[in-house]
């Protein structure tokens, strides 16, 4: 099941993504401590990492993982943030999650 993989790893990706600039933003705007620099910075590092484990042209891959970015940062919106997502918010998710899917997992002849 390749596609499975590929689907959990975007989401693993947008993971790391958002932790490591969430971190610095806490330090930024909310005052927090200067050390959560380090785990932002590990775990962007780890972001970086991840999106090298596709087998594909890089360019695809970071196209395709555009979509799954944007319903994770929507499910961090309710999750952390505290804010419902609305009707549109789960539209566009999908619409991005779609995307994603034509992206990586339609037939190609090279």
């Known amino acids: 099941m390749p596609e499975l993989k ?19 933003y806490l330090w930024l705007r909310e005052g927090k401590t200067i050390w959560l620099l380090v785990p932002a910075a590990l775990s962007l590092a780890a972001f970086a990492w991840l999106l090298s484990l596709h087998p594909t042209a890089a360019g695809r891959v970071y196209a395709a993982y555009g979509g799954v970015y944007i319903f994770m940062a929507i499910m961090w919106l309710w999750a952390v943030d505290g804010v419902r997502p609305t009707t549109w918010d789960w ?7 779609l995307g994603m899917a034509i992206i990586m997992f339609a037939p190609r002849t090279t």
């Open 6 to 24: 590929t689907v959990g790893l975007f989401f693993v990706t947008a993971l790391a993504e958002i932790i490591g600039c969430y971190l610095p």
């Open 91 to 97: 539209v566009g998710s999908g619409v991005a999650l």
